[in-house]
Each structure stands twice: as structure tokens, then as C-alpha cells.
């Protein structure tokens, strides 16, 4: 019983290393990682990944020792790589895009044009949705990948996407440290002080 997660938690990390780390939500799961735990557990087919198309369902076979099976049609159908472009003078700068980037493949400030680094975006297509202006558009890149680029590409993916919530997370923190304390906080810490205080009266008396 005991040793279960972690065979399963090692499993899980083989099957995630099989995907192309996009993170797009195609699978019907939150990322790469969320799908690759499902598939581990027994909840999810080996053939529900569209960027991965294929050549994923015949690695995740090869892993699991199942049969390959077609990609299930109702969530999408394999593709030519593509990578997103903006219209830049129709962008207005809002910075949804950047927000919803899981590789951080687009530069811009507030209120000024954004722009992809072609060479970074995944094809994911996780900014298409929030962008007010629909101003943002697929370009296949006319070259399917091989499968060792395709390995490559998604261990990149996944060394920004694993980089950018790193520093999400340590933004938050800081951003947590900085606040000011609420009431109830102030009134916690105020307490903790008056007992530490009584406590030393009392250890002061007993010497
Ligand atoms: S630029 Fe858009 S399509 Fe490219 S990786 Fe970022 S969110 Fe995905
Ligand atoms: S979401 Fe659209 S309008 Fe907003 S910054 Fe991105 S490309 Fe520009």
C-alpha cells in the first residue's frame, strides 16, 4: 500500500516526459502534468493529446505496453506546428496575452504593442481566447518536427513553463511579505507578545 504513490508518482513523471509540454488544456486536463497523473491513475486514455498527436500515442503504448489508438476526434485533431502572431497595430497593450502565456513566448508592457518570440511559443494557442481585440492569429510553420526535435522542444517548454512558476510563485511571496497586516493578524501578534512577556515574568520569579 505504502510504496503505491511513489511507483505511480514515477510513472506519472515517464508519462510526462512523453508530452509535448504545451500546457494547452486540449487533453480536458489543466496541463501536461495534470493529463500524465490521469493516464498513471488509470483515468485518462493514452489518446487525448492533439499537439502530441501520433507519435505520443505510440510512445505512451510503447511505455504502458497497450495498444496505440487513433486520437479521440472530439478533442482535436493533429496539426502542422504552428506559432502565434499579433497584429501589432491592432494590439492596445492590455497584457492579457502575457498573462496567459505558460512559457512566457511574449514580450510587451502595459499599454504598449506586444510581440511573440517565435522561437519560444508552442503553438498552444492559450492566448488566442483573452485577447480583446482578436488581434492575435495561428501561422503553421510550414515544417513538421522530427521526434527527437519534438522531445527537445517540449524539455524546453517545460524548463520555462517550470521557470515562469518559479517566479510567479516568489512573486506572490514577496508581494505577501510586503502587505500590510490585517486586524486580526496585528491582534494575533499583540497577544503572542503579551504572553511571551508573562511567561518571562513568570520564569523571572521562580529563579
Ligand atoms: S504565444 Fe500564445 S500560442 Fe505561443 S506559447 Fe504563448 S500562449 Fe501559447
Ligand atoms: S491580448 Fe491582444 S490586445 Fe492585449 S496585449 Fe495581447 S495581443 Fe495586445
Known amino acids: 500500500m505504502g510504496a503505491e504513490p511513489t511507483l505511480r ?3 506519472a513523471e515517464r508519462i510526462d516526459a512523453l508530452l ?11 496541463g501536461c502534468r495534470p493529463y500524465a497523473e490521469a493516464i498513471a491513475a488509470g483515468r485518462a486514455g493514452i489518446n487525448q493529446c492533439p499537439p502530441g498527436g501520433g507519435d505520443v500515442i505510440r510512445d505512451l503504448a510503447a511505455l504502458l505496453g497497450v495498444p496505440a489508438q487513433p486520437l479521440d476526434p472530439a478533442l482535436g485533431v493533429e496539426q ?6 499579433i497584429d501589432e497595430a491592432l494590439c492596445i ?7 496567459a502565456c ?14 511573440v ?3 519560444e511559443c508552442t503553438g498552444c494557442e492559450l492566448c488566442l481566447a483573452p485577447c480583446p481585440v482578436d488581434c492575435i492569429r495561428m501561422v503553421e510553420t510550414g515544417r513538421a518536427l522530427t521526434r527527437e526535435e519534438r522531445r527537445m522542444a517540449a524539455a524546453h517548454a517545460r524548463s520555462r513553463f517550470e521557470a515562469r512558476n518559479r517566479r510567479i510563485a516568489a512573486h506572490r511571496a514577496a508581494r505577501a511579505a510586503a502587505r500590510p497586516l490585517r486586524a486580526d493578524e496585528v491582534k494575533r501578534a499583540t497577544v503572542a507578545r503579551a504572553m511571551d512577556r508573562a511567561r518571562q515574568r513568570l520564569r523571572n520569579r521562580s529563579r
Do not use: F, N
Open 9 to 11: 508518482e514515477t510513472l
Open 20 to 30: 509535448p509540454q504545451t500546457q494547452c488544456g486540449k487533453c480536458g486536463y489543466a
Open 80 to 85: 502542422l506546428p504552428a506559432v502565434a502572431v
Open 93 to 99: 497593450g492590455c497584457t492579457l496575452c502575457i498573462e
Open 102 to 115: 505558460p512559457v512566457d513566448a511574449i514580450a510587451g508592457a502595459a499599454k504598449l504593442m506586444h510581440t
Open 117 to 119: 518570440i517565435a522561437a
